[in-house]
């Protein structure tokens, strides 16, 4: 069965950057794109961007343009997230969704919290 | 605020029929399919309806979705307490450079 495992949560101090895994299995790396989504405590889902496990290739929300890099490994079936810079505003549960290139996410992760407070 | 609206709040009695509506633009909901996510408290969001109104094998037929010019709602009937969650719209939207964007969500009490 499909599984995404997310990274454990992290807390983090104002202008610093995280970096989220999410390790996919259960089926075929390659074939499938990967997004991230974030939800703020009590808000509601916000899309981030999108990997492409075949070839790397991204496209980001441009809220996240210049602050966000997502890469993929594919020996290790990881897509990872970065995002730098961080403020108090990017505390949030941080989802990685397998889907179609559109907005179909199909399987998600189990998420991953991201505290950010001096 | 969120690019599809959603009401915040909707609420049923067991056995009873609730729709939730996600009004968009054409844009969004207008020119591209719609999705329906439910997330229970505490856990990731699942994919309840893709394609305006296909369900993905396991959810019950309860559940049904439709669409209408820059419009679409989630239908559940049969109302049961475990139908208790959060409900999200989502779609891909031509304007904002790829960009796929979700409504603010509804709050499902049941009753």
Redesign the interface.
């Known amino acids: 069965q499909v599984q995404l495992v997310q990274s454990g949560a992290e807390v983090k101090r104002p202008g610093a950057s995280v970096k989220v895994s999410c390790k996919a299995s259960g089926y075929i790396f390659i074939n499938y794109y990967m997004?991230w989504?974030r939800q703020a405590p009590g808000q509601?889902?916000?899309?981030m961007g999108?990997v492409n496990p075949s070839g790397g290739s991204t496209?980001y929300?441009?809220k996240f343009q210049g602050r966000v890099t997502m890469t993929r490994d594919t020996s290790t079936s990881t897509v990872y997230m970065e995002l730098r810079s961080l403020r108090s505003e990017d505390t949030a549960v941080y989802?990685c969704?397998r889907g179609e290139y559109?907005?179909?996410?199909?399987?998600?992760?189990?998420?991953t919290l991201v505290t950010v407070s001096s | 605020q969120s690019v599809l609206t959603q009401p915040p709040s909707a609420s049923g009695t067991p056995g009873q029929r609730v729709t939730i509506s996600c009004s968009g633009s054409s844009s969004n909901i207008g020119s591209n399919s719609v999705y329906w996510y439910q997330q229970l408290p505490g856990t990731a969001p699942k994919l309840l309806i893709y394609r305006d109104n296909q369900r993905p094998s396991g959810v019950p037929d309860r559940f049904s979705g439709s669409k209408s010019g820059t419009s679409a709602s989630l239908a559940i009937s049969g109302l049961r307490s475990e139908d208790e969650a959060d409900y999200y719209c989502a779609a891909w939207d031509d304007s904002l450079s790829e960009s796929r964007v979700f409504g603010g969500g509804t709050k499902l009490t049941v009753l």
């Open positions: 997004h989504v509601g889902l916000e899309w999108i496209s929300a441009q989802y969704a559109g907005a179909l996410f199909d399987s998600w992760g189990q998420g």
